[in-house]
């Protein structure tokens, strides 16, 4: 019997572990730096939260969701995105009733199904940011620059930001309308699946890759030619605020989010280096949300971020993440008496911070020395019944081959001397 990971997931292995971990600890950093704390919410939900939160006609509620019923008969969903959850949380804990606006982050998996490539899966992670019950257009410009401020941290420079306004509900249905009537006029040259959206939701049109939808799109109108006078003003202060912090944008009229509760500002952060998946970031305004899910009419901005997708940018840049792996001492050890006085040699120096490792597999000292070397061992000691005998041992320091003489009961005082070790 042999098992796979199913289709569309991966595992992640040391030592890129690492790399997660250091993503996730900078994360933690720059939105506290922020002001924005962690939420924690479920990894499935009832189904009908998705459905109504998302929207019935979206690509995700339509063909993506990892549905199921549960053995009480309910009907649960994994979780193909946060900002529901976030809200459905927010509304439900009464959050409304505190101090605002509430701003949120959250890391997690997600679950679609789609067809896996390269930066496309099944089981992918997000990490996101809400900002609740505030409409400042100073909010949005926040939310961009701390998705921008992230990026710049692990050295990504020159990624693109693209905005765009989707206006509200007042003036986006006579925009719609604009549309669908252009579409049709222009139906025999786009693709089955854009005819069959025209009625449906005509906006996802225009982020079809299509050539021939491609060649009818760029001639439609413009949803930012027909933005209401508080929209444009809302459009024009994110935009304002964007420059009051040097942040660079392309105003692009065809960017739509796939999810139907989005007002106003809309944003996708792309990495020209990845190909058909170079969105590594998006988000924008969801006014509609919370009366769609709670009957609380709340405004709210955020963005989710895939992890995986960050992290074939760094790679499309051969950018290293400063991450280490290794030991500080490798305890080598001869016989057993020794094993044992290094057992607890061992225990203290872990008590101290230091990383420390000794062989479990009864090797040779040579065996035990490869070892070390292959755990990237800064210093290694050998440790044997002379050794014990005298209270004397070499320290070697694996790099520059230097070793150095010591007292075995003053083993842990000279690893703080040698080891440059924040935290002692
Ligand atoms: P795309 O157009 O790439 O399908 P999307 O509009 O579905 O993206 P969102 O729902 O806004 O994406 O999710 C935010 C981010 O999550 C994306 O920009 C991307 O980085 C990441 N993401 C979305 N779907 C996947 C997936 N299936 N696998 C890996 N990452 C994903
Ligand atoms: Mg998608």
Excluded at 9 to 31: A, G, M, S, V
Excluded at 93 to 108: D, E, H, L, V
Aim: with cysteine; proline share 4%; glycine share 8%.
């Amino acid at each position: 019997m042999k098992f796979n990971a199913p289709r569309g997931t991966n595992d992640i292995l040391p030592p890129d572990t690492l790399k997660w971990q250091y993503i996730e600890k900078k994360t933690h950093e720059i939105f506290s730096n922020y002001n924005y704390q962690e939420i924690r919410t479920p990894i499935f939900e009832y189904t009908e939260l998705f459905q109504r939160g998302i929207g019935e006609v979206t690509d995700i509620v339509e063909k993506e969701m990892y549905t199921f019923e549960d053995k009480g008969g309910r009907s649960i969903t994994l979780r193909p995105e946060g900002t529901a959850s976030v809200i459905r949380s927010f509304l439900e804990n009464k959050i409304y009733g505190q101090a605002q606006p509430t701003k949120y982050y959250y890391i997690g998996p997600m679950f679609r199904y789609e067809r896996p490539q390269s930066g496309r899966f099944r089981q992918f992670h997000q990490l996101g940011v809400e900002a609740i019950a505030s409409n400042d257009p100073a909010l949005d410009a926040e939310i961009i620059s701390l998705g921008m401020r992230l990026l710049q941290d692990f050295g990504l420079n020159d990624l693109e930001l693209h905005l765009n306004s989707v206006g509200c509900g007042e003036c986006r249905p006579t925009y719609v309308d604009k549309l669908k009537k252009y579409l049709n006029e222009n139906k025999e040259q786009l693709c089955d699946n854009c005819k069959s959206r025209i009625d449906r939701n005509p906006l996802r049109v225009l982020d079809c890759k299509n050539d021939s939808c491609q060649s009818v799109i760029k001639d439609a109108p413009k949803i930012t030619d027909n933005l209401c006078e508080s929209c444009a003003d809302h459009f024009n202060d994110v935009q304002e605020y964007l420059d009051i912090l040097n942040l660079d944008y392309i105003i692009n009229p065809l960017l739509v989010r796939g999810l139907d509760y989005y007002t106003n500002t809309a944003f996708e952060i792309k990495d020209n280096a990845l190909g058909a998946q170079d969105t590594v970031f998006g988000g924008g305004r969801y006014n509609g949300l919370a009366e769609e899910i709670g009957s609380r009419d709340l405004p709210g901005i955020g963005f989710a971020l895939g992890i995986e997708r960050l992290l074939l940018s760094l790679e499309a840049k051969d950018i290293e993440l400063p991450v280490e792996s290794g030991v500080d001492l490798y305890i080598t050890v001869i016989g057993e008496q020794a094993k044992k006085e290094s057992f607890k040699l061992l225990d203290q120096l872990r008590n101290k911070g230091f990383i420390t490792e000794i062989d479990y597999l009864g090797r040779s000292v040579g065996s035990q020395m490869k070892s070390a070397d292959r755990m990237n061992a800064e210093y290694t000691i050998i440790i044997g019944e002379n050794e014990l005998n005298n209270n004397s041992a070499t320290i070697r320091n694996m790099k520059s081959g230097d070793e150095k003489e010591i007292q075995l009961s003053n083993l842990l005082e000279e690893m703080k001397q040698l080891v440059d070790k924040e935290d002692i």
